[in-house]
């Protein structure tokens, strides 16, 4: 599967961003998805992940309650609703696709190329 993530820019801190990615070669619904996320100098790190049906979504600590991870597997694409930004979630963001629920990087088979969400001060 082929992952395109867009959605990103420069924000200010307090406001949101919704970013999307788009699959294509094979359906989306076969497919766990994840998001993750790397900042300059960083280890990519976890930052949601949503099962096949929609009906079993995790986040990571540092997210939760500002990030929701959604999908339309009928549209092929998942988001990622990201509100009440802070200049600690400047990243870059990459969707990733995998056979099994994982908040580890080395579990997703396929990734997105990113797209960079600055949030300023």
């Known amino acids: 599967v082929q992952l395109q993530a867009s959605g990103g820019g420069l924000v200010q801190a307090g406001n949101s961003v919704r970013l999307s990615c788009s699959a294509s070669?094979?359906?989306?619904?076969?497919?766990?998805m994840g998001w993750f996320r790397q900042a300059p100098g960083k280890k990519r790190e976890f930052v949601a992940v949503?099962?096949?049906?929609?009906?079993?979504?995790y986040y990571a600590d540092s997210v939760k309650g500002r990030f929701t991870i959604s999908r339309d597997n009928a549209k092929n694409t998942v988001y990622l609703q990201m509100n009440n930004l802070s200049p600690e979630d400047t990243a870059a963001y990459y969707c990733?696709?995998?056979?099994?629920?994982?908040?580890?990087?080395?579990?997703?088979?396929?990734w997105g190329q990113g797209t960079l969400v600055t949030v300023s001060s």
């Open positions: 070669g094979r359906p989306l619904r076969s497919y766990v």
């Open positions: 990733a696709a995998t056979e099994m629920i994982s908040t580890t990087v080395a579990d997703y088979d396929s």
């Open positions: 949503i099962s096949r049906s929609s009906a079993t979504a």
